[in-house]
T-cell receptor, first 114, second 114 residues
Framework: GAVVSQHPSRVICKSGTSVKIECRSL??????MFWYRQFPKQSLMLMAT?????????EQGVEKDKFLINHASLTLSTLTVTSAHPEDSSFYIC??????????FGPGTRLTVT | AQSVAQPEDQVNVAEGNPLTVKCTYS??????LFWYVQYPNRGLQFLLK??????LVKGSYGFEAEFNKSQTSFHLKKPSALVSDSALYFC????????????FGQGTTLQVKP
């Protein structure tokens, strides 16, 4: 089956620093990748939709300058949390779709900002 | 507007008993429906989908779901629950258009007791 990886799985950073999270589709080319944020025992909140070679489309209320998304190739998208603060601590999940229908999810990245 | 509702925050069943996790949807046009499972601190795993065809869809790990157009429901079922099925379950519908976005329900925690 289709596999999506995320790196790192866990990261702890100090307030004010930036953190980059990578999302890779390992065995398929992803026309689109998605970035979600999830709070404990809650549903996924879509942050942005990322297409290779074009600017990401952000959902309402998501700060573009804070959550920088780069979709460098058909198998790689990165999310950079800039000037992180404790309220940015969360579980970040990416997904990728080869056809615009089925999404395959990464294992998630636990970000803790101290 | 498109939406998905999972009316139960938690479902408790005894091991060996049948389980049902409920999902209703509201979409314009034909729905593309999905079920995902999430274990603690992990990404989402695909269980099954309904695109077209038979109303009873069989998926991974012995799960199945029944698409009911008149009741706009897509309940997840399993004939005999296992303790290892305990997890968070999400129903989702593909958003209208070609963005590939999914609209998620709020999630249902399934607790299977020995």
């Amino acid at each position: 089956g289709a596999v999506v990886s995320q790196h790192p799985s866990r990261v702890i950073c100090k307030s004010g620093t930036s953190v980059k999270i990578e999302c890779r589709s390992l065995d398929f080319q992803a026309t689109t990748m998605f970035w979600y944020r999830q709070f404990p025992k809650q549903s996924l909140m879509l942050m942005a939709t990322s297409n290779e070679g074009s600017k990401a489309t952000y959902e309402q209320g998501v700060e573009k300058d804070k959550f920088l998304i780069n979709h460098a190739s058909l198998t790689l998208s990165t999310l950079t949390v800039t000037s992180a603060h404790p309220e940015d601590s969360s579980f970040y999940i990416c997904s990728a779709t080869p056809d615009g229908y089925e999404q395959y999810f990464g294992p998630g990245t636990r970000l803790t900002v101290t | 507007a498109q939406s998905v509702a999972q009316p139960e925050d938690q479902v408790n069943v005894a091991e060996g008993n049948p389980l049902t996790v409920k999902c209703t949807y509201s979409v314009s046009g034909n729905p593309y429906l999905f079920w995902y499972v999430q274990y603690p601190n992990r990404g989402l795993q695909f269980l099954l989908k309904y695109i077209t065809g038979d109303n009873l869809v069989k998926g991974s790990y012995g799960f199945e779901a029944e698409f009911n157009k008149s009741q706009t429901s897509f309940h997840l079922k399993k004939p005999s629950a296992l303790v290892s099925d305990s997890a968070l379950y999400f129903c989702a519908v593909k958003a209208w258009g070609n963005t590939g976005k999914l609209i998620f329900g709020q999630g249902t925690t399934l607790q299977v007791k020995p």
